[in-house]
């Protein structure tokens, strides 16, 4: 109870209580779709069995970072049923089983009450009265039912620690007349009034793994859950401001769409105030965004919407300096922001002069992380000349980032007077040996470390140590001696708001920063946390891909 508890799962009991919405098993739902001619039915003809009760899902809220529950988004692919042939679940199963687990799993068909019974009030196997003449309907009680389960949509949907899965492919057989009875809103995914809301819903505040389009697995062969994770979380959309939202929904397609439109945008404003409102971490890594997405973040800071956020994390996407250059004039906006990650973002100089610029009014911002972007010695000249005025950063990471010596001179210059700074990462740059002694010289009667280049015998670290980048010392040895203890503990914030597993070298990094404080020492290094391009598992929580394949679940 705990751990249900900590997720925010007290936030879904009332309507699971209630009976206004019914889980699934996922135990069942993949038993289903292995059998002969296996076929999802309305809520009202399934059997009790098909269903989790509450105390079974606070129970299946295990050591993981997320709340066991699936939320399904899907086009209905006829009126009176959403996936008559079974198509739909047979791809909800086998993600299902790649995940494991007997997780909950809500599918509004088979979750909320439908119009299924007859006039002899016996529920049938499809939704009735869309047939000319054809009666249906609900009791009194399970309309009243319905109401309150649609009321709750946004807070499946949007809950942080809900994973969403979206439908977004048709069956390859679905323009087969013979098949699928093609009326009503046959729209596409994306054109669809309920599918955008959903899937703009679920594009908060979730976490990167925590929303998969399985539209994008061709579902041949075996799938691993890492391997559908990769597959699957590319193409998500931006958060969107809800006035933005109803102006798209002009566009969308509903059924009923004199009544659900303004249902819809009410019910997300509603959630997006909530859930902006509540959010102190964002992780939108490895999405595949560009500058636009990067923009889109910026209108959701620049309105005031996120309040609390504490840290952003925007690494291995692409926003280039034109999303760089966005995000700094946000940044004095973000009054409570404290970590900034564009790891891997194909930033240049131009994005980190726009950084630099900004970095005086972030009077919050304690750690950038810009490590494996382009921004040579250009950029890096220009956040040396803003460091003695960044009052509050603490941690800088230039790893990789096609800096030499010029660039690593001006850092040398403007380290004396850069006091708040106590992490730097330079490993991976062009450093020469000269440019080097000037940044030792730097850190002279500050007992200050730095990274500069790569240690020997520290390539691969079997999942432990990772790359921990060169140490050069001026502070005393114990502070040394500390750092190779190590420790795991700090790493839990940072995996769970990367969307990563746990354990592998953030560990160390965690356990790394606590061990120099221990020893004394004002360290002035960054690790890279993940294997480099081409290497194996072993390196870090953030941005590499060996921690990927770490983990059999999201986070």
């Known amino acids: 109870m705990g751990k249900w508890k900590k997720r925010g799962g007290p936030e879904l009991e009332a309507v699971v209580a209630s009976g206004a919405v019914a889980l699934l098993s996922a135990r069942w739902v993949v038993a289903l779709a292995k059998g002969e001619g296996g076929v999802l039915q309305p809520r009202q003809a399934l059997p009790d069995e098909a269903f989790l009760s509450l105390s079974q899902v606070q129970q299946a809220t295990t050591g993981k970072f997320y709340l066991p529950v699936v939320c399904i988004s899907h086009c209905w692919l006829q009126p009176d049923h959403p996936d008559p042939r079974g198509h739909n679940l047979r ?101 669809r009034g309920w599918c955008f809301c959903e899937a703009s819903w679920a594009a908060m505040v979730k976490s990167s793994r925590m929303v998969l389009d399985l539209g994008k697995n061709s579902g041949e062969g075996a799938v691993g859950w890492v391997d559908l994770i990769r ?24 059924t009923n769409g004199k009544d659900d439109r303004p249902a819809v945008a009410e019910l997300y404003a509603a959630g997006f ?29 620049a309105a005031g919407a996120a309040p609390k956020l504490r840290v952003l994390s925007l690494g291995e996407n692409s926003i280039g300096d034109e999303g760089a250059r966005a995000l700094a004039g946000a940044l004095p906006r973000a009054t409570a922001l404290k970590e900034l990650d564009l790891y891997n973002n194909s930033i240049g100089a131009e994005g980190a002069r726009a950084l630099a610029g900004a970095l005086p009014s972030a009077t919050a911002l304690e750690k950038l992380y810009l490590n494996s972007n382009s921004i040579g010695d250009e950029g890096a000249r220009a956040l040396a000349v803003a460091l003695p005025s960044a009052t509050a950063l603490k941690e800088l990471n230039l790893e990789n980032n096609s800096i030499g010596d010029e660039g690593a001179r001006a850092l040398a210059v403007a380290l004396p007077s850069a006091t708040a700074l ?13 440019a080097e002694a000037e940044l030792r010289r730097a850190c002279e009667g500050r007992r200050l470390r730095y990274g500069a280049r790569p240690r020997q015998g520290l390539g691969r670290g079997g999942g432990r140590v990772g790359w921990l980048g060169a140490r050069l010392h001026a502070g005393p040895p114990g502070a040394r001696a ?31 920063q606590g061990a120099v404080r221990r020893g004394g020492g004002v360290e002035v290094r960054r690790a890279r946390l993940g294997p480099r391009r081409g290497q194996g598992g072993g390196g870090g929580a953030r941005g590499g891909r060996g921690a990927q394949a770490a983990g059999a679940h999201p986070q």
Not at 496 to 507: H, L, S
């Open 91 to 191: 791809v909800v199963a086998r993600a299902l089983e790649a995940l494991g687990g007997d997780v909950a799993v809500f599918f509004d068909f088979c979750s909320m009450h439908q119009k299924c019974r007859g006039a002899d009030g016996a529920p049938g196997e499809r939704v009735l009265g869309f047939a000319a003449g054809e009666a249906g309907g609900r009791f009194a009680s399970e309309d009243a039912l319905f109401r309150q389960a649609l009321g709750s949509l946004g807070t499946f949907y949007a809950h942080p620690k809900t994973m969403v899965w979206k439908l977004t492919a048709f069956p390859p057989d679905y323009d087969d007349p013979q098949r699928y009875q093609r009326e009503g809103n046959v729209a596409q995914y994306a054109d």
């Open 231 to 254: 597959a699957c979380r590319q193409g998500r959309r931006a958060p969107v401001l809800p006035s933005a939202l109803e102006e798209e929904l002009e566009h969308k397609h509903f």
């Open 273 to 301: 105030k909530a859930r902006f409102g509540a959010a102190e971490v964002l992780g939108y890594a490895q999405l595949g965004w560009g500058h636009d997405e990067a923009k889109a973040v910026v209108a959701v800071l």
């Open 422 to 434: 106590k992490v730097l990462c330079l490993k991976n740059n062009s450093i020469g040996a000269e």
């Open 482 to 512: 500390a750092i190779g203890a190590g420790g795991g503990a700090r790493a839990q914030a940072l995996h769970q708001r990367q969307g990563r597993p746990a354990g592998g070298g953030g560990a160390v990094r965690r356990g790394l």
